[in-house]
């Protein structure tokens, strides 16, 4: 099981730009999440989807939306990115004991 | 939602136990985590705990839970160099499918 993976690794950006962060798991869980980590803030919530078919805004989804393709897969698109997007993109997804598992994440810089 | 706070920073010799503290605010929380990021890399999880629990030990860690003042405590005992990494305390309330992290904890093990 390769568990949380996510692509690309690194990405750098100019305003304006759009781009799209994929992300897939293979552990046959129902939940999937996006985060974001900047220093000092720790990791905020953009999206989730509790389960196939559905998704929910976080705690800081201006600026993004998601798609939950199927089961396996939940990208993230920033539409026009902005300086203030720069940060490190974490997928997550949780198992129904509420153990939540983590990608490696996306190193994104926008100029 | 609910604050969950830590300390920003812990340093420990080598050989020495850490203990790493954590306030919740959301008597709801039914699952607390602790999650270890080492630089560059993704969240791993460490250990958990469920909310009717005291204690939890799993090799060299131990979780202590005290429900009353909603604090939680990592100890590592015989702290390795290689525990160096950044801590973060997370819970997981009744009405959340998203766990709300605390800013984390940069632990530093000096020879």
Known sequence: ???????????????????????????????????????GMGLRLIYYSASEGTTDKGEVPNGYNVSRLNKREFSLRLESAAPSQTSVY?????????????????????? | GEDVEQSLFLSVREGDSSVINCTYTDSSSTYLYWYKQEPGA???????????????QD??????LNKK????????????????AIYFCAERSNSGYALNFGKGTSLLVTP
């Open chain 1, 90 to 111: 974490f997928c997550a997804s949780t198992h129904l004991s509420g153990m939540q598992f983590f990608g490696p994440g996306t190193r994104l810089t926008v100029l």
């Open chain 2, 59 to 64: 090799q060299r860690l131990t979780v202590l």
């Open chain 1, 1 to 39: 099981n390769a568990g949380v993976t996510q692509t690309p690794k690194f990405q750098v950006l100019k305003t304006g730009q759009s781009m799209t962060l994929q992300c897939a798991q293979d552990m046959n869980h129902n939940s999937m999440y996006w985060y974001r980590q900047d220093p």
């Open chain 2, 42 to 56: 993704g969240l791993q999880l460490l250990t958990y705990i469920f909310s009717n629990m005291d204690m939890k």
């Open chain 2, 69 to 84: 003042d909603k604090h939680l405590s990592l100890r590592i005992a015989d702290t390795q160099t290689g525990d160096s």
